[in-house]
Each structure stands twice: as structure tokens, then as C-alpha cells.
């Protein structure tokens, strides 16, 4: 009985104290708060979120008009508006299992044709998968895949290295997309 006592004042102080805690703590913490705030501006909430969640850095860089570069983690993500296809994309893999994610806003036409071209010959890179509009995925595939698009939307080519063969996983590539 007398334990309880003196551990429900403690319990009532402890809650009392998280607002002198935060304000203590200021000095390491409200620098990676601030930044969190400055980023929040130029990068969508959604990949804020994930890179707190993975505990990566999440940055952005506007390559030209329309077209989007997002580093998180080991993802490299790259967006780009349709109408300015065909194109060819360089991308370097500067990490072991780093993967490529190129996502072609509001794509109409009836095939997506896309060619891993440029790489070094002992590079292990392949396109794993692409997703369609509905949420679907299909694949794995080589270094080149020619694909039926029935519906309009956001379509997905993600490209990695290929866990059935051997050879590098760091070195540039690109992609020619028609």
C-alpha cells in the first residue's frame, strides 16, 4: 500500500515532465526539425513519411521540365510526363541492391517499349517489373521488354539487378523508352 502511494506521485510528475523533456532537448532535435520543415515544402508528405520510416534522407531535384529525381533509401525514383516520349534516362547504381523506379505519368499509347542500352556488359541490371495504372505488375524481364497498355494512366518500370546471375551491381545504364 505504501509502494502505491509513492508511485502514483511519480507517475503524475513523470507525465508532468514531457513538456520540460521536449524543451531541454531542443538543442540536437530542433535542428532535424527544422529540416524536416524547410523539406516539407519541396517534397510531397508521402515521402517524408516513408524516408522518417526507413530512416533515409528523401531528396528531390527537378531535372527539367516535368521530369523528377527522388533518392530514398536504396530507390533511385524518377517521374515524367508521357508527352515527352520516346527519351532516353542515365541513371548510375552507386550502392549494391539499389533499384530504379521511372514512373511515366498519363501514358495513351497502345505499347510501352523499353531498352536497357549503354550499360557495361558486366553489370548485372535487368527491368524486374512494370505496374500498370490498375496496380498490377508484371515481369521479370531482360534488358528489354516491349508490353501491351490497354488502360491510360501511371505506368512503373522499375529495373535492379538480377538475383539469377552474377556480375556487378554498381555502374551506369540507361533507359530508352518509346
Known amino acids: 500500500m505504501k509502494k502505491l502511494?509513492?508511485?502514483i506521485p511519480l507517475i503524475a510528475l513523470s507525465c508532468n515532465k514531457k513538456e520540460a523533456v521536449?524543451?531541454?532537448?531542443v538543442n540536437s532535435d530542433s535542428?532535424?526539425?527544422a529540416d524536416q520543415l524547410s523539406v516539407e515544402g519541396t517534397i510531397d508528405s508521402s515521402a517524408i513519411k516513408d524516408s522518417m520510416i526507413n530512416n533515409a534522407p528523401a531528396t528531390k531535384e527537378v531535372l527539367r521540365e516535368g521530369v523528377m529525381r527522388e533518392v530514398e533509401g536504396n530507390e533511385?525514383?524518377?517521374t515524367a510526363p508521357a508527352e515527352q516520349l520516346p527519351f532516353t534516362i542515365g541513371e548510375e547504381f552507386t550502392k549494391?541492391?539499389?533499384k530504379f523506379i521511372l514512373k511515366i505519368k498519363d501514358y495513351k499509347n497502345?505499347?510501352?517499349?523499353?531498352?536497357?542500352?549503354?550499360?557495361?556488359?558486366?553489370?548485372?541490371?535487368?527491368?524486374?517489373?512494370?505496374?500498370?495504372?490498375?496496380?498490377t505488375f508484371d515481369g521479370p524481364f531482360g534488358r528489354e521488354v516491349s508490353v501491351d497498355t490497354p488502360k491510360k494512366g501511371e505506368y512503373w518500370i522499375i529495373v535492379g539487378h538480377n538475383l539469377m546471375a552474377d556480375g556487378k551491381m554498381t555502374g551506369k545504364f540507361s533507359l530508352e523508352i518509346e
Open 22 to 25: 521536449t524543451e531541454t532537448s
Open 110 to 135: 497502345p505499347k510501352l517499349s523499353v531498352k536497357i542500352a549503354n550499360a557495361d556488359p558486366n553489370l548485372n541490371v535487368r527491368i524486374n517489373q512494370i505496374r500498370f495504372p490498375d496496380g
Open 96 to 98: 549494391e541492391n539499389q
Open 5 to 7: 502511494l509513492i508511485l
Open 31 to 33: 535542428v532535424k526539425a
Open 76 to 78: 533511385i525514383i524518377r
